[in-house]
């Protein structure tokens, strides 16, 4: 084990560790419902682990969690619900771990949704990410595998990274628990609201596409009010998205 | 009614648009995306240089998943584990035998005919319940807490996606997803889990191939048989110096014969009933990742081995239960078991088999784990040869040489031996399987196929090779 000198974050009282209970499958009585979001392979489940202390089978190849596991952890008295999504590389296609996964985030309304990725693909992932981010206001991105972006010498400017996405980034290597702590803390401001994230939405889109976006999403707003994320729906509308279509005609959202 | 219109009304206007923005409007959001993380990554990922642990990679990637040294190596990696299992599971296995059958056993018996158990009490609970589970447990434990750490690590190391990229043009070639070779990995664990892994093949109708064709990898349940078969009877061909090495090729030949019915058959599938594309896929091929050695041994033992185990328990109890009750229940003369056996004798020679093996298989539909000791128990009950503890209880002896014993006198030869091996290959999955695919395809018809093709598939061979045996010899 190699010592380091603790910084003046880690002592401080808001980032200690001792405020934090796992509380494994225990999860009644949540204060908040935490979703764990990610492309394959970036350590969602051992993620989930050292949030949650189970153990959740992990595996070096994409693909291990095909269905959703539960677990919790309190934090300063307050309880957190974490369901770990399958990974998906995108939320645009129809297969059955990607379903999970997407319907989840649209309809299960988690309190926050935590953006795993692979600090060395970054820009792999960030095309899930800016897709999570259009149907999410509540996210933190976990900037994981940071022991082995360091070994292959890249740098992320994580600040600036949090500005540009327009919510928090923590860096962590979730295998020795790195960075965990200042996780469960971004994680309580989010979810109390002490941090308000103000998330990226997709540019570049071609002008006449964005005016029929426009368009589509207002009118499903006006139908349906309590929808958090219209712009995305009226996405998955124009594509003929045949589960939101459902979805929209018996107004059942869950 | 109001509803109805406002939701026709968003979708005529979706139609409208659709109209008015073409057929490029998913590769154009596709493009956006991509195009605003490249903007993002520029302004904050520095990448210094090439160096570090990516050349690393490359360099093992080039041997793992050669042209010459991808399946060579592949072969021996198996075969390497499968040496690790059968020689270290051996001690604690004998060591497990000898405690709960020579020592807990007869104290059972003593205690129970102490308190005043009936003889069917104790008959029933002590030597069929009982004696079932400690079986298991003797025979099933040491080398599942050998075999699935190994397995762990080699899939915690990132080993697996290369046997996916190694293997992929063969399951192209076949008509199914490359990601099948992940399904069938997990499948040479446990079938259930291979079914329930199908879920990252986004096609139904390779899905449907996998979930099909799984059975074909050699469960960790028939594992046991195949070693002990290997072992008495392919073993002993040979002079003592090779025999290990004689048993242990057959074990890794009957498992790579496994693998060829999986192409044959997914290729026989995507031909005629489940014709269809292959779909392309993108396999990332993760970095290698040193295991944490330790934890991963202790998360396997616990999350795997002992998960399996306790499912074998909970199916060998009522099947110890079950076999007591044939073997000591008579109509006529004869005990029901004695009367199944003798039904399906013929059928069980004309397969190279015999009727014991069949009502084994029959009663062990359940696991698996429990087929060598109904094949045990039943031939003593048979033959009436007295050894181990008798007639209508599942047993197991201490020692190979006793249990070889046992088979010959129920009249097995070596064609016996390499069909029940080539059987054990090729029948019908076990229950918990059969309930999973049903479960994952939701389609009564799709569970019968599963579950009655590899069982047609192992009378067919069975058959042709007890046939071509005969005339040779």
């Known amino acids: ?254 | 009614m109001k509803e109805v219109e406002e939701f026709d009304k968003i979708i005529a206007l979706s139609n409208e648009l659709r109209w008015q923005i073409g057929d490029d409007f998913h590769d154009d959001l596709t493009e956006a995306i991509y195009a605003d993380a490249a903007k993002i990554v520029k302004k904050t990922v520095v990448q210094n240089s090439q160096k570090g642990t990516l050349g690393i990679d490359a360099k093992i990637d080039s041997i793992v998943t050669s042209k010459i040294w991808g399946f060579p190596l592949m072969l021996f990696l198996l075969g390497f584990v499968l040496w690790l299992t059968i020689i270290g599971a051996n001690y604690p296995s004998a060591m497990l035998s000898s405690l709960l059958l020579d020592i807990v056993h007869p104290f059972l018996k003593e205690s129970t005919a102490a308190i005043g158990f009936p003889w069917w009490l104790s008959g029933f609970l002590v030597d069929g319940v009982y004696l079932a589970v400690a079986w298991v447990i003797a025979v099933m434990l040491p080398p599942m807490a050998i075999f699935f750490p190994l397995f762990t690590l080699l899939e915690d190391f990132g080993y697996l996606p290369r046997v996916a990229f190694n293997m992929d043009s063969l399951f192209k070639k076949s008509g199914a997803h490359g990601k099948q070779a992940l399904t069938m990995s997990m499948g040479f664990g446990c079938n259930a889990a291979g079914v329930v892994a199908t879920r990252i093949i986004d096609s139904p109708r390779e899905r449907l191939i996998a979930i099909i064709t799984n059975n074909f990898s050699l469960c960790n349940g028939r594992w046991p048989t195949q070693i002990l078969l290997a072992t008495i009877f392919i073993g002993a061909v040979v002079p003592e110096t090779y025999s290990s090495i004689a048993s242990l090729s057959a074990v890794v030949g009957i498992a790579v014969l496994g693998i060829f019915f999986m192409f044959f058959f997914s290729w026989a599938l995507s031909k005629t009933v489940l014709k269809g594309e292959v779909s392309t896929f993108n396999l990332e091929l993760p970095p290698y990742r040193t295991p944490v050695f330790w934890k991963t041994i202790y998360t396997s033992l616990i999350d795997r081995t002992l998960i399996v185990l306790w499912r074998a328990i909970v199916f060998a109890a009522p099947a110890g239960a079950v076999i007591w009750l044939i073997c000591n229940i008579t109509l006529g003369n004869e005990s029901i078991a004695a009367h199944l056996v003798h039904s399906m004798d013929g059928f069980g020679f004309i397969l190279g088999l015999n009727g014991v093996i069949l009502l084994a298989y029959i009663v062990a539909i359940p696991a698996n784990e429990i087929v060598i000791p109904t094949i045990l128990m039943l031939t003593v009950m048979v033959t009436g040869i007295s050894a181990g503890s008798g007639s209508g209880v599942m047993f197991e002896l201490d020692s190979v040489s006793a249990t070889a014993d046992i088979l010959k006198a129920g009249g097995w030869t070596l064609l016996t031996a390499i069909n029940v091996m080539l059987f054990s290959l090729l029948h019908n999955p076990c229950s918990t399987t059969i309930y999973t695919i049903y479960k994952e395809t939701k389609s009564l018809k799709w569970t019968v196929v599963a579950s009655i093709l590899p069982v047609i598939a192992g009378f067919i061979i069975t058959f042709l090779v007890a046939q071509i045996w005969r005339i040779i010899f």
Request: glycine share 6%; hydrophobic share 40%; with cysteine.
């Open chain 1, 1 to 254: 084990m190699k010592t380091t000198p603790k910084s003046a974050c880690e002592t401080c009282a808001h980032h200690s560790l001792d405020a934090v209970k796992k509380l494994g499958v225990d999860i009644t009585n949540v204060d908040f419902v935490i979703a764990l979001a990610g492309n394959p392979n970036t350590g969602k489940s051992t993620v989930f682990n050292a949030l949650t202390g189970l153990r959740q089978h992990t595996g070096n190849w994409p693909g291990k969690t095909v269905t959703r596991a539960e677990g919790a952890f309190e934090y300063n008295q307050k309880k957190f619900k974490l369901i770990d999504l399958p990974g998906t590389y995108s939320l645009m296609s129809r297969s059955e771990d990607e379903e999970v996964a997407r319907n989840f985030i649209l309809f299960g309304k988690p309190n926050v949704t935590i953006i795993v990725v692979d600090a060395s693909r970054l820009e792999r992932n960030l095309n899930l990410t800016l897709q999570i981010l259009e149907i999410t206001n509540n996210a933190v991105l976990c900037l994981n595998l940071m022991d082995e972006a360091q070994k292959n010498n890249i740098q992320i400017d994580t600040r600036s990274l949090s500005k540009e996405l327009g919510i928090p980034v923590v860096a962590t290597s979730a295998r020795s628990k790195e960075g965990i702590p200042e996780l469960i803390a971004t994680i309580s401001d989010v979810a109390l609201g002490k941090i308000i994230c103000k998330p990226h939405k997709i540019k570049n889109i071609p002008p006449q596409l964005e005016e029929a976006i426009k368009k589509l999403s207002t009118a499903i707003q006006n139908q349906y009010p309590t929808v958090s994320n219209s712009r995305w729906l009226a996405f998955r509308v124009l594509e003929g998205d045949v589960h939101i279509i459902e979805a929209l005609k018996t107004g059942n959202f869950s």
